[in-house]
């Protein structure tokens, strides 16, 4: 029997290859840098086997799983002070998808100021290389457009977004989200540099714990928390004791009951019992654990 393939099969194949390619690079660096931390390499599995990562990266296609080879590639050739390897695969995480950014300042204070700038100058420079064929007006406008409507059209499974937002409803009496899409991202910012230059530097486990810190930040604070955004604290949690995010991880499947109605509606009393549970874990794992000094 013959087998033919359209066009958009093969591109659907092509796709799973590149992720399933994405996944064994970032499961080759997940060892090197348990190894490095002396912690048991079996819990690379809360990461490689966790549902969300199966689901939604191989099953969904989504490329959070090439930032995260990359970027633990960057962590990994920071970790062992090969600098120049390590800004490279950061700008390619960066390229892939720009959530990296959140952490250059954090590594600018692990590496020190002189080593820092070289290193977010040779990212920098990646970066422009890589899009230098690309760049042209228009080009410009529409990176610009996208991200206005990203932070200020959009809602999806937030969370202190949706507080403010009925908060703003009872005062003004509309949805304030043109407002809360501009001071939100400024409240964000402000708490990921205090969190990421606050204190001296620490071990390599205060490092990922103030990486994890800056993306829950991130998260609480946004207007759209797709499931699939949660991977990145998944694998990051595997290097820590506060396995918040794999709880997280779990319930954010919950968020896809707002697909059950048509039109789209979510469910906020959902939305409000994961977030509630999440963040107590957050915060019982890293009283407990002691794992976050930043919040001491």
């Known amino acids: 029997?013959?087998?033919?393939?359209?066009?958009?099969?093969?591109?659907?194949?092509n796709l799973r290859l590149l992720i399933l390619l994405a996944e064994f690079g970032t499961f080759i660096y997940l060892k090197k840098i348990l190894d490095f931390l002396k912690i048991n390499k079996i819990k690379i599995f809360l990461y490689l086997l966790n549902p969300l990562t199966i689901i939604e990266l191989t099953g969904n296609l989504h490329f959070e799983a090439v930032m995260i080879f990359f970027l633990t590639a960057a962590f990994y050739h920071l970790m062992i002070k090969r600098y120049s390897f390590s800004a490279v695969y950061t700008a390619l995480a960066i390229c892939t998808k720009?959530?990296?950014?959140?952490?250059l300042p954090l590594i600018l204070k692990n590496i020190g100021?002189?080593?820092?700038?070289i290193y977010l100058a040779s990212s920098a420079g990646i970066i422009i290389i890589l899009f230098l064929p690309f760049i042209e007006k228009q080009l410009i406008s529409n990176v610009w457009n996208s991200l206005s409507l990203y932070f200020q059209k959009f809602e999806f499974n937030a969370s202190i977004y949706y507080l403010f937002r009925e908060i703003g409803f009872k005062i003004v009496g509309y949805n304030t989200i043109s407002i809360l899409g501009k001071v939100l991202p400024i409240i964000s910012t402000c708490l990921i540099l205090f969190v990421s230059f606050r204190g001296t530097k620490g071990t390599w486990q205060d490092f990922f714990n103030r990486?994890?810190?800056?993306?829950?930040?991130?998260?609480?604070?946004?207007?759209?928390?797709?499931?699939?955004?949660?991977?990145?604290?998944?694998?990051?949690?595997?290097?820590?004791?506060?396995?918040?995010?794999?709880?997280?991880s779990i319930l954010i499947f919950g968020s896809y009951f707002a697909y059950n109605s048509i039109p789209f509606k979510e469910c906020l009393w959902v939305n409000g019992v994961e977030y509630v549970i999440v963040v107590l874990f957050f915060l019982f794992g890293s009283k407990k654990l002691k794992a976050i000094n930043v919040l001491n």
Do not use: C, Q, R
């Open 1 to 13: 029997m013959k087998l033919s393939f359209g066009y958009d099969a093969i591109a659907v194949l």
């Open 98 to 103: 720009m959530i990296p950014l959140l952490f």
């Open 113 to 117: 100021w002189k080593n820092g700038m």
């Open 211 to 248: 990486a994890l810190t800056i993306l829950f930040i991130y998260y609480l604070l946004s207007l759209v928390v797709h499931p699939w955004y949660v991977s990145l604290l998944v694998l990051m949690s595997i290097f820590i004791e506060n396995k918040f995010a794999i709880i997280w």
